[in-house]
């Protein structure tokens, strides 16, 4: 039977997101609903809240999620009712260019439940990221659920399913961060600290943190960071020079997305390093660079999308490392609230002061 459940809707372009009834149909088929455990809270709900993705209003907010499956559609072989999953921005076809040549995070042919849950009124609601996850249960499709070992608490978990992932997967898929490598992160929060332990879980000998907020360092050095460069007091990549013998970083993560900070990460980069943008940069920024300084500097300029990950590759490994105790996933999570405290959770990330806080469920 269809359901009726509580879930946290954005209405209108800047306005404060609402706890509203939701219907959420039977899975059809290749869906599945799921019971959402935990969800934290990414600046990509705001940023849906705030018009800055797109007007189709209303949105369901939340898509960093983990969960057991309640019930499947027809066809379904991926996922049964009962089954732990993390929750996946996209089902991708298999079958597009970007499927078949090994990089599905590229898939614009995704097969993703769109519109189906609605308002008491009928109105269909956008899910964010194609999730919508601050709500009791969801309706996704089944290609976007991945199973992982049930034995890791959903508050962590559900990070893996985006900023955690994005970061850990910028340093190690899209950097390709190895073994002696210095590596450079500009920008340290949830993202940015995760690209710092995701370095420093690929081995790299030094890993530098850099951002302007004391606090946001003092995490990164939980994370692995083995020096810190408060970018508001000396120039970052000065810094980032001096501390690997005039060299510059092999590896350098912007994960802030503003101009000024990717300027930073192309100087502060070895000649033949990698520059990695995975801070989510605003239509009207651009930057200027002599010709000269490009040509003069070999190695790779990459943007990471979603980390570059394979859902079902990364996240049970991702699962294992963190039950072995490898994996700090739960230094992420700065606090747990309900589906009513959403709206105070954006206003704490705005003020820097928590690195995700995760709604329970
Ligand atoms: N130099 C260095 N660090 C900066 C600067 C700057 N000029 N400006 C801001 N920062 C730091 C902030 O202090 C903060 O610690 O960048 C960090 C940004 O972190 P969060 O606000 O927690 O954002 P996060 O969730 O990590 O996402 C970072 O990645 O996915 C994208 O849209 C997301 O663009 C955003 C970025
Ligand atoms: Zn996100
Ligand atoms: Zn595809």
Partial sequence: ??????GVVARGKGEAVSLETVH?????????VVNVQACGVCHTD???????????????LGHEAAGVVEAVGEGVTEVAPGDYVILNWRAVCGQCRACRRGRPWYCFNTHNATQRMTLEDGTPLSPALGIGAFIEKTLVAAGQCTKV???APPTAAGLLGCGVMAGIGAAVNTGGVTRG???AVIGCGGVGGAAVHGAWLAGATKVIAVDIDDRKLAWAKEFGATHTVNSSQVDPVEAIRELTGGDGADVVIEAVGRPETYRQAFYARDLAGTVVLVGVPTPEMTIELPLLDVFGRGGA?????YGDCLPSRDFPMLIDLYRQGRLNLDGFVSETIGLGDVEEAFAKMHRGEVLRSVVVL
């Fill in 46 to 60: 705001l940023h849906y809240r705030e018009g800055g993705i797109n007007d189709e209003f209303p949105f369901l």
């Fill in 1 to 6: 039977m269809p359901y009726t459940v509580q």
């Fill in 149 to 151: 070992d049930p034995e």
């Fill in 301 to 305: 300029l990459k943007s990471s999308w």
């Fill in 24 to 32: 959420v149909p039977d899975p059809g088929p290749g869906e599945a």
């Fill in 181 to 183: 490598d210095s590596v």
